[in-house]
Structure formats: structure tokens, C-alpha cells
């Protein structure tokens, strides 16, 4: 079984949702799918949260998430707006209880919070055919987390957040999400130009999509590494007018990106099918400023419109 | 913390990206029995053509896609041909072939393991059930063919007669669960499998760091999965990144090329005991070969399969 990187999926994704942004609609969902159930390794609690977490506004200009995910407890950084994003995730495997979360982040630092509930007040939400409880409430306890070269500090004891919990059934239709469906199988028969580069070494992943249709582009770069028992996810996105740029022959290719994105990548295509991806394309993640993107080591595949 | 009219970055990709893949329950607590069918009856039905006919078992849950083009290049410089499949080390794998109905035919690797009944094999998860809350179970016509070279099947053909999975594969399709074993007829002379081939032993629970031979029947290019190959000294290189959001013990990553087909390929360390199948790759050459962590539930699923008779 081979399977293509997570990050094509979250490029299609991406660039779903930055067609949504386009057409001022919001329909991405807001909260995970009911059977995305927390739980800590084995066995599996009987009461298992459906999402828990809280946000941290703009401390050095970023925002910080802090959530669960399955067995992850997940710290997320991100910087810039919906249209020019930038952000790293650390995934730990630790205590991710609806109530609890505790984890190493390694080198990086620790949390171990407890939420305490605040008030009686249960909102109850329908979302993909489920109840929903969402409780707010506090996190309480300590996280510290220091970011690679010290981009970012985070000394925290007390942080608002929610916990949201299954409760039965409800009658939801999702028509919207059909309708996007819809909307990019349809998008997939216009004309379009699209550069993929990759670079991988051992289990580490360095990838950047260019993608262009009509008037509109959009550029996508992920990073992938573990560490020790620490996953980093990093990814950046956004939109242009302008995309990849490829001759008809779809020999050779250039793109310039804006922020996070900065300088030009230029990839060309030998007659003897050798191919380069050089030049001083680089992005901004937080955490790892002018990561470059180009490279020998980069497997780079073109397609132009015809 | 929930907020409405945000961009909620990688909490809600990971929504997108990995729906009905954890946590589902309805899950049987054990594997399924196949109806019987005859060493000859199924030697009979896998022609040499319905072989070539056979493609690699790809799992459709969210988050994997099929291959792309098959690969050039380097790919593949490290999966070494073997060429007598029927030495005593080599003889214990083989290629599993299975039926789709209308869908066609498709094909895994597999590896005889010791037991008390002397005819458990292991493969992944993917090539005995499809994995989740809608999976299927791929019994039709499934055999294990070990040693087999160029239509050769110097030790018969094993026919399935019972299939199971880890619980967690079953329930959820976690790719950190991708682990299958099944227990096999006799071939056509009469022979278990483990009078027929041997068998390796098997581990779980040891560090990951590892060396391991890996085994395989690749048949996606550059390979034509003919022949039997090997990764002899495949390194631990770390975890999947994705692996962590999946609930259970992160899998592994080795170095060796594998292409589709390879899949279920055993995973040999010491020279005799099995402790790791082929279960994914990435699409692009660089990519190394994962698999699940052999645990706990790798060896529940071992016990299960030695009560078997």
C-alpha cells in the first residue's frame, strides 16, 4: 500500500477553504467529527471527550492553540491572517482526557492543566448528526513552552477554554459539505497549472504545491519531523493572483510567492528528463524563519494546462 | 476553545483530513472463519494470468490515496532479489492473493509464523479486512503462496480458513493497528504449513530500534512481483509524524524501497522472529517503509490465531 503525503490532502483542503474564504462563506466545520474521540493509548475511557482546549491571543504576535486530537495533545502556533498563514503544530502523545491535559513537549517544555468547569451554563450543539455539551470553563495548572531559538514563551497557569462532549443524536443534514464536494469536482475539470515539489529524508518531509486556476493561485509548504517522541507539523498557505508560470512545452517553471513566502523557485526539465528545483525560495514557519524549499534533494513534478 | 468565523488552522484540517478513522465501535471481538475450500480447488483457481491480473491491496480510508506512476530512479536499489526463495530463510514468505468479485483480484505479502497449529501467517491489517467500521473482510479466495517465483509455487498453496485483524484495525482502521494474521488449510500434498515451509518466531513489546530483514513481494514498478526480495539491514529511522494523532503505540519506519504489493511482508529480526509487517509508504522515492509497532495486540492477535484448529 503506498499512500500520497498528508500534506496533498491538506493542500486540496486548503485550497477548499480558501475557496470558501473567496466566496465569504463559512463552512468549515468548527468542530471535530463525534467519532474523533479522545483517549490515552489503552483502554479507552468511557467518557471520552469529543474536543477540548483553549487559545491563547497573540502572545509575540502569534496565537496559540492548545487542543486534543485523538491521542495527541496538540500545541499549535500560527501567525498571519486567513489569507497569509503560517503555523506549527507539536503533536505529543501524553494524558488527553476531556478534563486533562498533560504532555511533553520535549526540549520545548510541558503542560499538565486541568479544566475546571465555570457556571452551570451547558450549551448543547448539533454538529455532523451529534449532540453536543460544550462546557466552558478554565484550564488550570501549568504550561511551559519555550520555541525554537526562543520565538516564542509561554509561562501559563490559567487559560479559558471549553470541553466539548458527545450527547446522543440530532437531526443535521450536511448539505454544505456535498455542496463542496460538488464544488471542487467541478473545479477539477477547469484548466490548471500546478507545481509539486518534495524532499524527504528518513521520516522527515519538506513539500511545497503551487496551484493555479483562472485568476487565482495558491501556495501551500509543509514541514513534517519527528522528534523523539514529538511530531512537528508545519505548514504555511496563501493566496495570489499570479501562480506557478510554466512554458507551453512544460519544460521550465517559476514561481514567487508572497508572504510567508519569500524569494523564487525555478524548475526545469532536461531533455535527457533530468530535472531541477533551485533558486532562493524559502518561507516563514514560526519557529523556522527562511526554511528553504528548493533543492537537489527536491523530487519536483509540473503540470501545465494545455 | 471554539470560536466561530476563525480560520482554525491544523485542528480544522485534521477534522477534514481524518474523518471515521477513530473510534468507531461495533466492532466483532474476533476474526471471521472462511468456508472451506481445497488446496487443489484454489491452486486450480489462481491461473498465472489471474496472478498477473493481481493488484496491490491500496486501503481507501480517508487521508491515503492510491499510488501515483509507478517510480524510476533510485527506487528499489535496496530491495534485493532473492534468488532461491526456497532456502530455509526464505521459504517462511510468500505472496497472498486474494479475490475481489467484481473488483477484480489484488495480492499482499505474508510470512509464515510458529505456532501450535502450525499454520499461522502474518500480513497487515489491510490484507485481510479493509479496515473500520465498514470494512470487509477479503475471504474470497485468499491463499498464501510461500515461496513462490515466477508462477512457481514449489510449496503448494495455502488456502485461508480463518481471518482476523487487531481489534483496533477492525474498529477504526488506525493505521498504528495495521496488523492481520491468518490460519491457513493444508496445501496440496496433505502438508501444514509449518511442515511445509517452518515457520518464524515472533516478538512484541521490544524497543523499536531495530534491524530488520524485510520481506516482500513488490509488484508496483520498478518491481513486477515475481519474485521474492529483501531489505537485508533495513534501520529504525524514527515515526511517522501522522502516526501521532492515531491512538495506540506509533509505528515505524525502515529503510527500504518498497512499492504496492509489499504490503504484509514480515519484518524479520535476529534472522528468525517476526517483528514488524509492511504496511505504507509514501508516494514519492524517497520514501521509507512503515509499519505498526508490534504490541500488546499484535499479541493478542497471535493467540488468537494458535487456538485455531
Not at chain 1, 42 to 70: C, D, N
Not at chain 1, 141 to 154: H, N, T
Not at chain 1, 213 to 223: E, G, I, P, V, Y
Not at chain 2, 72 to 81: A, I, K, V, Y
Request: glycine share 12%; charged share 20%.
Amino acid at each position: 500500500m503506498r499512500r500520497a503525503a498528508i500534506l496533498i490532502l491538506l493542500a486540496s483542503l486548503l485550497g477548499a477553504a480558501e475557496a470558501r474564504a473567496a466566496s465569504g462563506s463559512e463552512v468549515l466545520p468548527e468542530l471535530l467529527p463525534p467519532h474523533l474521540l479522545t483517549e490515552v493509548g489503552k483502554p479507552v475511557p468511557p467518557q471520552p471527550a469529543f474536543h477540548s482546549g483553549f487559545t491563547v491571543s497573540r502572545p509575540h504576535g502569534y496565537e496559540v492553540r492548545v487542543f486534543t486530537f485523538g491521542s495527541a495533545v496538540i500545541l499549535e502556533v500560527l501567525h498571519g491572517s486567513r489569507s497569509h498563514l503560517s503555523a506549527t503544530a507539536y503533536l505529543a502523545r501524553g494524558v488527553a482526557l476531556p478534563h486533562r491535559l498533560q504532555a511533553s513537549f520535549g526540549r520545548f517544555g510541558k503542560i499538565s492543566m486541568r479544566f475546571r468547569v465555570e457556571g452551570k451554563n451547558v450549551k448543547s450543539l448539533c454538529r455532523f448528526g451529534e449532540q453536543l455539551s460544550l462546557r466552558h470553563g478554565s484550564y488550570v495548572g501549568d504550561l511551559e513552552f519555550k520555541g525554537e531559538g526562543g520565538y516564542l514563551s509561554l509561562d501559563l497557569h490559567r487559560a479559558e477554554g471549553s470541553v466539548v462532549t458527545p450527547a446522543g443524536r440530532c437531526r443535521q443534514h450536511h448539505r454544505f459539505l456535498q455542496a463542496e464536494v460538488e464544488r471542487e469536482l467541478e473545479a477539477l475539470s477547469e484548466p490548471t497549472s500546478g507545481l509539486f515539489a518534495v524532499s524527504r529524508e528518513g521520516v522527515s518531509t519538506t513539500s511545497f504545491l503551487g496551484r493555479a486556476r483562472r485568476d487565482r493561485a495558491f501556495f501551500l509548504a509543509s514541514r513534517e519531523e519527528t522528534q523523539g517522541k514529538l511530531a512537528i507539523i508545519r505548514f504555511a498557505t496563501t493566496n495570489a493572483s499570479k501562480g506557478p508560470h510554466a512554458d507551453e512545452a512544460a519544460t521550465s517553471a517559476r514561481v514567487s510567492p508572497p508572504a510567508p513566502f519569500h524569494g523564487t523557485g525555478r524548475y526545469r526539465a532536461a531533455a535527457d528528463g533530468t530535472t531541477t528545483w533551485s533558486g532562493p525560495l524559502s518561507v516563514n514557519f514560526p519557529g523556522a524563519p527562511r526554511f528553504p524549499l528548493t533543492g537537489p534533494s527536491f523530487e519536483t513534478f509540473l503540470e501545465a494546462p494545455f | 476553545m471554539i470560536r466561530r468565523g476563525r480560520f482554525h488552522g491544523l485542528s480544522a484540517l485534521l477534522v477534514l483530513l481524518l474523518p471515521a478513522v477513530l473510534g468507531v465501535t461495533g466492532a466483532s471481538a474476533g476474526g471471521i472463519r472462511v468456508a472451506p475450500v481445497s488446496a487443489a480447488e484454489a491452486g486450480a483457481f489462481w491461473s498465472p494470468s489471474r496472478i498477473k491480473a493481481a493488484q496491490p491491496l491500496e486501503v481507501s480510508a480517508p487521508g491515503r490515496v492510491a499510488s501515483v506512476a509507478p517510480r524510476t530512479g533510485e527506487l528499489g536499489h535496496d530491495f534485493e532479489q532473492v534468488a532461491d526463495p526456497t532456502a530455509a530463510a526464505f521459504r517462511i514468505h510468500g505472496a497472498i492473493f486474494v479475490a475481489l468479485g467484481i473488483f477484480g483480484y489484488a495480492r499482499c505479502s505474508g510470512t509464515a509464523v510458529r505456532s501450535g497449529n502450525e499454520s499461522v501467517v502474518f500480513t497487515a491489517g489491510h490484507c485481510v479486512n479493509s479496515g473500520g467500521r465498514r470494512g470487509r473482510w477479503l475471504k474470497s479466495r485468499w491463499v498464501f503462496v510461500p515461496a513462490y517465483r515466477y508462477g512457481q509455487r514449489p510449496f503448494g498453496v495455502f488456502p485461508a480458513k480463518w481471518l482476523d485483524t487487531t481489534k483496533q484495525w477492525r474498529k477504526s482502521g488506525s493505521e498504528n493497528f495495521d496488523v492481520g494474521a491468518v490460519v491457513v488449510g493444508h496445501n496440496q500434498r496433505g502438508e501444514t504449513l509449518g511442515e511445509a515451509v517452518g515457520g518464524a518466531g515472533i516478538a512484541w513489546n521490544l524497543k523499536p530500534k531495530q534491524t530488520f530483514a524485510v520481506h516482500g513481494y513488490p509488484a508496483e514498478g520498478p518491481f513486477d512481483g515475481e519474485t521474492q526480495r529483501v531489505c537485508p539491514a533495513a534501520q529504525f529511522l524514527g515515526h511517522d509524524p501522522n502516526s501521532f494523532a492515531f491512538p495506540g503505540p506509533l509505528n515505524l519506519a525502515v529503510s527500504c524501497g518498497v512499492t504496492g504489493g509489499a504490503s504484509g511482508g514480515g519484518w524479520i529480526i535476529d534472522g528468525v522472529t517476526l517483528n514488524g509487517v509492511t504496511d505504507y509508504g509514501y508516494f514519492d522515492e524517497g520514501s521509507p517503509d512503515y509499519g505498526a509497532y508490534f504490541g500488546n495486540e499484535v499479541g493478542r492477535l497471535y493467540g488468537r490465531a494458535t487456538r485455531v484448529r
